[in-house]
């Protein structure tokens, strides 16, 4: 099993973004130090970050022993999970078919719950001018992807079979499923997979990582 001896450098805020690298590092157990990125001041704009985050968002994070012992700098939360689970050997599965499967439910986070659920937020909650049409549009998308999430932990405990890189993705983003509409009623798959993962210590701190900040 590869091991870690010098700190993960994570480049980061307790969103529900930065919530999957704080959880994937908790689950692995490996050393790691939290740089917290306050947006509201531009520091995602600062040259040093930017040079390891060229989109000026996080997450982003340096492994000073990346491939062939030399650090890598690493942007993109779900390419953040996939290297570190590829890295050390867990969360993310060594069969090929087990493999397409966590990688069509990262992508799905990535693609779709992500930033369906963020431009729900952004024009019910933030945006100056309230648009019925956009928070229609997003709040019935959200509503959607909670359905087919719903469809997919039907008979499992997990997204695609065991504990993987797809759950860590999705579940900062369903931790607020009551504002979002969803119902024990109507998702009970969902709001027992939330419960099964908040359960879980490492994913109850890196969850609140960072909040008190």
Do not use: C
């Amino acid at each position: 099993m590869t091991t870690q001896t010098q700190p993960i450098q994570a480049y980061s805020l307790p969103t529900p973004n930065g919530q999957k690298v704080h959880v994937m590092l908790e689950e692995l157990g490996v050393p790691w130090v939290y740089h917290r990125i306050d947006i509201g001041k531009g520091e995602q704009f600062a040259p040093d970050f930017l040079a390891i985050s060229p989109n000026n968002k996080i997450p982003a994070i340096v492994d000073p022993e990346g491939p062939g012992g030399e650090p890598i700098s690493i942007f993109e939360s779900g390419a953040i999970l996939k290297y570190l689970g590829l890295k050390f050997g867990q969360l993310y599965p060594t069969d090929p078919r087990q493999q397409v499967k966590v990688d069509e439910w990262l992508f799905w986070q990535v693609g779709g719950f992500g930033p369906m659920l963020g431009q729900n937020n952004h024009f019910t909650l933030y945006a100056p001018e309230k648009i019925p049409y956009a928070i229609k549009r997003y709040g019935e998308e959200t509503l959607r992807l909670f359905r087919v999430l719903n469809t997919q932990l039907e008979g499992r405990d997990y997204i695609a079979g065991d504990y993987s890189i797809a759950d860590i993705a999705s579940i900062g983003w369903a931790q607020s499923w009551e504002r979002y509409g969803a119902t024990r009623a109507e998702h009970p798959n969902v709001i027992a997979w939330i419960e099964r993962l908040n359960a879980r210590p490492a994913v109850a701190r890196g969850l609140a990582f960072g909040k008190a900040s």
